[in-house]
């Protein structure tokens, strides 16, 4: 074979292998060690419904499992936290018409899809916990229409929060009517929506 045969056909090889490479990458793109994790999360959350004696399924053996949007590490934002100089404690309506006590800790402010938003972070009195309820732009569409939720550990001093609303969970009076959940204050519906975390429809 002469060299400049040789030298054309090293050429379409090295495209050959370029154009599979990108085709491929395309359309098959190997899952992120961030999307992997949520996935798995997700499955154990259906395990426990699934099998917990504290599920709060009623008929376990026919349960269907969970609908969820697809993990988009988009909507995993960092939140500055605008701590409340009168941190004064609330009453939350529920499902079921009746109210629970929290206190107001904080303003969460976020940029999301080119917009400022901000949600206000409330806390369970004598509980490490923070607590975000929420509706948005999919609430009674394709999610529940009273809200989801989001939890966070409390620590002292800290200014920042991620928010990840891939975690957005649903309260569980939608799986069982028994309960009584906490409706989101009517400071915290986004005028966005968050095509993340736990639906009710397709």
């Known amino acids: 074979m002469k060299p400049k045969q040789i030298i054309i056909g090293l050429v379409i090889g090295v495209m050959a ?16 060690q961030y999307t992997e994790q949520i996935k798995q999360a997700r499955l154990d959350k259906e395990h426990y419904l699934r099998t917990s004696e504290k ?7 026919q349960f269907k499992g969970l609908i969820y949007y697809p993990p ?7 939140a500055q936290l605008e701590k409340l100089a009168k941190q004064e404690f609330i009453e939350v309506k529920t499902s079921k018409d009746e109210t629970e006590t929290y206190q107001k800790f904080a303003w969460a402010k976020f940029v999301l899809n080119g917009g400022n938003h901000r949600l206000l972070v409330l ?9 975000i309820a929420f509706t948005d ?35 569980y009076c939608v799986y069982n009517y028994d309960y009584s959940c906490p409706l989101p204050p009517q400071e915290n519906h986004l005028s966005v929506a968050i095509e993340a975390g736990e639906k009710t429809e397709n």
């Open 17 to 32: 292998v370029i154009f599979v490479y990108n085709f491929w990458g395309e359309q098959a793109p190997a899952p992120s």
């Open 55 to 61: 599920s709060p399924i009623k008929n376990r053996s």
């Open 72 to 78: 988009q590490e988009k909507y995993k934002v960092n």
């Open 123 to 131: 806390k369970k009195p004598r509980m490490p916990q923070l607590f």
């Open 137 to 171: 732009e999919t609430s009674g569409k394709q999610t529940y229409g009273g809200g989801r939720y989001l939890d966070f550990p409390y620590k002292a001093g800290v200014n920042s929060l991620t928010i990840d609303f891939n975690l957005a969970y649903n309260p």
